[in-house]
């Protein structure tokens, strides 16, 4: 899958499966039909060991701050007990426009992945304990018509090269 950067006011395009191999970060792919939920997911995506996950793109009040929060696909996430936690002023799901800005995607894509396409580093990311502690994670490859399996040690040198820290917490549900 190709990733459209943007550097100094220039559009250049990136492989993404260039750029896991450029840093050593293994993969197991699986290719699928596209798939927008958790529940299609689970119908369409072949087994895989990797956690499942869910992916919600956010933003605050005014705008100024972004997330990338990543949860087991089960968890139905509470916004306003979230808010605290990421020292943010109300929470909101990202507009499309926003998801593409700052992540490259589209809805129904949303990936840890899409941070290679955040070169400025205005993404905060933050995992839910579970997920923080999980063998390997699932994630599309920009995409929702595959699926990768990344290991965690893997997701971690991906955040480092990305310049991005990660939040450990235990994010509320419903």
């Not at 950067?5 to 039909?33: K, M, N, T």
């Not at 596209?34 to 087994?47: G, M, S």
């Not at 933050?126 to 290991?151: E, G, K, V, Y």
Request: net charge negative; aromatic share 6%; charged share 20%.
């Amino acid at each position: 899958m190709w990733l459209v950067l943007s550097i100094d006011g220039e559009s250049s395009v990136v492989d993404i499966y260039s750029f896991l191999a450029q840093h050593s970060i293994d993969y197991e792919r699986h290719d699928h039909p596209a798939v927008f939920t958790c529940e299609q997911a689970e119908q369409l995506v072949p087994p895989m060991a990797a956690a499942r996950t869910k992916n919600l793109f956010l933003r605050d009040r005014k705008g100024l701050r972004h997330f990338l929060v990543v949860v087991g696909y089960e968890k139905s996430v509470d916004l306003k007990r979230l808010t605290p936690l990421l020292q943010a002023d109300k929470l909101s799901l990202g507009t499309p426009e926003r998801m593409l800005e700052f992540l490259g995607v589209e809805p129904g894509s949303v990936t840890i992945l899409g941070l290679a396409h955040d070169t400025q580093g205005k993404v905060e990311v933050a995992f839910d304990q579970p997920i923080a502690t999980a063998a390997s994670l699932r994630c599309h490859p920009l995409i929702n018509t595959a699926t990768l399996a990344i290991s965690s040690e893997s997701i971690r040198r991906f955040l480092g090269v990305t310049g991005h820290a990660l939040k450990v917490l235990d994010v509320p549900g419903r």
